[in-house]
Each structure stands twice: as C-alpha cells, then as structure tokens.
C-alpha cells in the first residue's frame, strides 16, 4: 500500500479514490478525521487525507489518472445541464459521464 495523493479534504480524497478504483486501480483514503480541528493545524502535512493505492504496483498508473482527472475538471464544459441518452438523467455541465448509469455524455 502506497500514499500517492494528499487532498485538501475527505471529499476530494474520495473523489480522487472513487476515480481511481472505478479506472481499475483499487485505492482508498486514509487519515483526514481531523476535520474537527480547523485553524493552524488544518494544513499540516500528514492530517490531511490520503490517498492510497492497495498494490505498490499500481501507483504510476494512479499518478497518470490523477494527472488526467485533474486535466477533466480542468476542462470540463461550462454551460447548460444535460440529459442523459441512456436513462434521462438530468446532469451538471461539468459531468463527463453519467453518475447513475455511467453512460458518457454525447458529443
């Protein structure tokens, strides 16, 4: 098990994690229960969530998806919501995919 990735909260992390898993590298987040203490403790390193592959094997491929998970948002399309061909949906314009049924939003 290897850190490859330090969010800024427990939601990114799992984001990221969720990301991760669902392109074939199983990860998961670790540490960042500390959401209580808020202030000058917030940002030091090691109390901010991580994200962990499960296979030490798996991290250059996690940093690569990082990498164009992060290049996703980056770009994602300002605009309108969009409706889902697949199941009618109705999705924010930044959704590349469909969150219920996966299916990809058409070009």
Known sequence: MK?????LN???????????TDHGVPAEVRGGNHHAVRGELYNIRGLLPQVF????EDAAAAEELIKAYFELIKNAPAGDPWICPSCGEVLEPQFVSCWKCQAERPA
């Open 10 to 20: 427990l939601r990114e992390g799992g984001m990221i994690a969720t990301y991760l």
């Open 53 to 56: 592959v499960l296979e030490d």
């Open 3 to 7: 850190a490859i990735f330090e969010a």
